[in-house]
């Protein structure tokens, strides 16, 4: 690896540390913890099994269980029996659920500051790059 991509490496994991701490910061000032803040994330498409959040969190089902308890017992999400599958839970996000969620996107301000940074071309620039490095 050459010194150019060495230091474009550093600059993706600096990048990606600034942005966790960011959103780590805005779910704890939300009163969250930042597994909690992406659990309500996910929800705020709809409900979600406990399986499919395991697998969208890239989380274990006893930690999505812990989570979802957690997050229960302060009215933010409720679980219910899947109609398609007795077997399963589905959870879903309450209105206070919500309302916390955009608590959080308020706080959340780091991806809009730095991408304000840059001009239109340079935002297109970007977003086309991205796609390039993240297509599969």
């Known amino acids: 690896m050459g010194e150019t991509e060495r230091a474009l ?3 993706l994991w ?7 701490a960011a959103f780590d910061r ?3 000032e939300a009163g969250l913890t930042a597994a909690q803040a992406c659990l309500l994330t996910c929800l705020s498409q709809g409900s979600c099994t406990m399986g499919d959040l ?13 989570l979802v308890g957690r997050l229960e017992a302060r009215g933010l ?11 399963a839970r589905r959870v879903s996000i309450t209105a206070a659920g919500r309302r916390q ?12 500051e730095r ?6 071309a340079e935002q297109r620039q970007l ?3 991205l796609a390039k490095v993240m297509a599969v």
């Open 9 to 11: 490496e550093q600059q």
């Open 101 to 112: 969620r955009r608590a959080i996107e308020r706080v959340f301000t780091f991806p809009a």
């Open 127 to 129: 977003r086309e790059l």
């Open 115 to 120: 991408i304000g940074r840059l001009s239109a």
């Open 54 to 66: 395991a697998t969208e969190l890239v989380c274990d089902a006893s930690n999505i269980t812990q």
């Open 26 to 28: 805005a779910a704890q």
């Open 14 to 20: 600096d990048l990606v540390y600034a942005y966790d």
């Open 77 to 87: 999400v409720t679980r219910d029996p899947d109609p398609d599958d007795r077997r």
